[in-house]
């Protein structure tokens, strides 16, 4: 790994800035009653996660194996089985009967590509899809990268973590580089690492994609809203919640150690998640996946997100 000094880093300076610039870009798509509709008062107060759960990642990167979780999300008297949903699947990051605390809010960033700051990928004919990696519509062109596998398991948490089956999730995130389809240089034109799933019968959504880049000032992350329904989603209507997801220390490691994240293998060893602008509140314990794999063979995540 290079460890001179290298050149200022160019990707996005503005990247990130909070809910109060994502206040603003909001309004110039979405009225204030519609956002006020999804409960300001509640979103801005779980920016900060209440009280403590047993099993939740540490800041280290550390996370409960997916044996464990999976064991304890189907065992005897938990909530999976209550509600006599199927086997959880071993993606999952905690156990169902481990539910309670909501995902926090984050900020969607400058360049979320549904309509609240510039273009609309939501619109589009072909956004709903499980594969990713390549643009759709006018282009095909497929962002390289080591495979990466996510599912994010939604549990409705006013009704005793009930898997939010028929949501709909939309993800996005950066290339191997650090930028982003349809805002960076050379790729207004491509909308690729964006993608719109429906839950199943777990709250299950699962896309497959590339694992992300990392760039200046922020730790490796895929962003995603969750809309109540399918329609929802691709009117890019009323969003339920907007959050991210933290990739592990170990994982980004091998990853930007490998041909083609060279820009990553500098970027990454100067931003922790404690010092990270969105994680660093409290080390992004709600929002670290379970990630296992190899650059050969691709990486999974899993997390499960409380609404």
Known sequence: MDTSTPPPLEPHPNHDRGLEFDLGTLMSRRSLGIFLGAGTAAALAACTPGGSRAGAASST????????????????????????T?????????????????????????????????PNALAASGVVRKD??????????????VTLTVTLTLLDNAKGCAPLAGAAVYAWHCDK???????????????????????????????TTIFPGAYSGRWPHIHFEVFESMSNATSAGQILTVSQ?????????????????????????????????VFGNDGGIYQLATMAGSVTGGYTAGLNVTV
């Open 61 to 84: 990167g550390a996370a409960p194996s997916a044996a464990s979780t999976a064991a304890a999300a189907t065992a005897p008297g938990s909530t999976a089985a209550a509600a006599g």
């Open 86 to 118: 199927a086997s959880a699947s071993p993606t999952l990051t905690r156990a169902i009967a481990e539910c309670g605390v909501e995902i926090p809010r984050e900020t969607a960033g400058p360049f979320p590509g549904d309509g609240s700051n510039g």
């Open 245 to 277: 997801i933290a990739l592990t220390d170990a994982a980004c490691r091998d990853v930007y150690a490998s041909a083609g994240y060279e820009s990553s293998a500098r970027n990454f060893p100067r931003t922790t998640l404690k010092s990270d602008n």
């Open 132 to 145: 990713i990696t390549a643009s759709f519509g006018t282009s095909s062109t497929k962002a390289d990268g």
């Open 177 to 207: 580089d650090g930028k982003y389809s349809m805002y960076d240089a050379g790729l207004k034109n491509e909308n690729y690492l964006r993608g719109v799933q429906e839950a199943d019968a777990n709250g299950q959504v699962t896309f």
